[in-house]
């Protein structure tokens, strides 16, 4: 939600332009001062003035311009994320869908009905019984007759076993 006006965007840029402004007419002010034969107090005040505000206009404007460099790069580094990401969905892809496809040729080969297959892999995405039950519309009763099904038909003690199962040769041993 945008809640600065457009504006806002420049406001460093505004107020160098305005302290430059100021360092102008101070030292157009000094320069008839000299020649009208002003105090050097005077001048010395108005020439102090307009070193302030051309030093804080030349910061200011500098700084504006590296944090747009800086913009500039982390809007690549964040689009270079993007598309590193985009490319490792579409490379993991297969991949996953052949583990999906051989996990679901494992639950057919155990005697695994549909619904305890669905419980599976529920189970295997890390779902509790009754996030399972309220995904599956049923009583959490009926999901872990179902989990008790799966475990006895595949020789498996539990949820434990089931994930390593399918999933231990996936995780490399720490080096």
Do not use: C
Not at 10 to 30: K, N, P, Q, S, W
Not at 52 to 59: F, P, V
Not at 72 to 82: D, Y
Not at 118 to 145: D, H, P
């Amino acid at each position: 939600m945008k809640t600065n006006p457009d504006w806002l965007r420049y406001e460093r840029l505004i107020l160098a332009i305005f302290l430059l402004t100021v360092a102008g007419l101070a030292f157009l002010d000094i320069y008839n001062d000299y020649f009208e034969g002003v105090a050097f107090w005077h001048i010395g005040i108005e020439f102090i003035v307009a070193m302030i505000s051309l030093i804080w206009g030349y910061h200011l404007i500098r700084t504006r311009m590296r944090l747009q460099r800086d913009l500039h790069r982390e809007r690549q580094f964040s689009k270079n994320l993007k598309t590193e990401a985009q490319k490792w969905k579409r490379v993991s892809r297969i991949y996953l869908e052949g583990l999906s496809k051989e996990i679901d040729e494992q639950l057919t080969r155990w005697g695994l009905t549909e619904a305890e297959k669905e419980v599976a892999f529920l189970l295997l995405k890390g779902f509790s019984a009754t996030q399972i039950a309220k995904l599956r519309k049923t009583s959490v009763k009926t999901v872990r007759t179902q989990m008790n099904a799966i475990y006895s038909k595949s020789g498996l003690s539990g949820r434990s076993e089931l994930t390593a199962f399918f999933l231990e040769d996936l995780l490399l041993p720490r080096r």
